[in-house]
């Protein structure tokens, strides 16, 4: 289960102490925070990817992928670059696996 970023101090947050990993076409900006249950998800897609259909079903593809998967705790910011919305769903799912992969190699080195 994933909840939505709100509030303003969370992004200040993100821009602040975020890490950002990346996963070719997506991109993740995060801040581990074991308090933070459910971890808080937002999404940067501009309007460069596409219109508003494309960016909304890319949209609801990444929340789908995301509240089926093992997301630690924390902020997190999703993005897409424009080839995003030319991939398939298989795609997109590999995709954000390897962020996520990334993200909990990251905080396995942050906890040690």
Same mark, same amino acid.
């Given at each position: 289960m994933i909840d939505?970023?709100?509030?303003?101090?969370? @992004? %200040?947050r993100l821009r602040r102490d975020?890490?950002?990993v990346r996963a070719d076409p997506?991109?993740?900006? @995060? %801040?581990?925070?074991p308090e933070l249950v459910p971890p808080k998800v937002a999404f940067a897609i501009g309007r460069a990817v596409g219109p508003a259909v494309r960016r909304n079903r890319l949209r609801r593809r990444l929340r789908a992928l995301l509240a089926d998967s093992d997301v630690?705790?924390?902020l997190y910011l999703f993005g897409a670059r424009v080839p995003a919305c030319e991939?398939?769903?298989d795609d997109v799912s590999t995709a954000v696996a390897s962020l996520l992969v990334k993200?909990?190699?990251?905080?396995?080195?942050a906890s040690s």
């Open positions: 939505r970023v709100r509030e303003r101090d969370a @992004f %200040v975020g890490t950002r997506l991109w993740c900006s @995060f %801040v581990l925070d630690p705790p924390g991939q398939t769903f993200v909990h190699r990251r905080a396995g080195t």
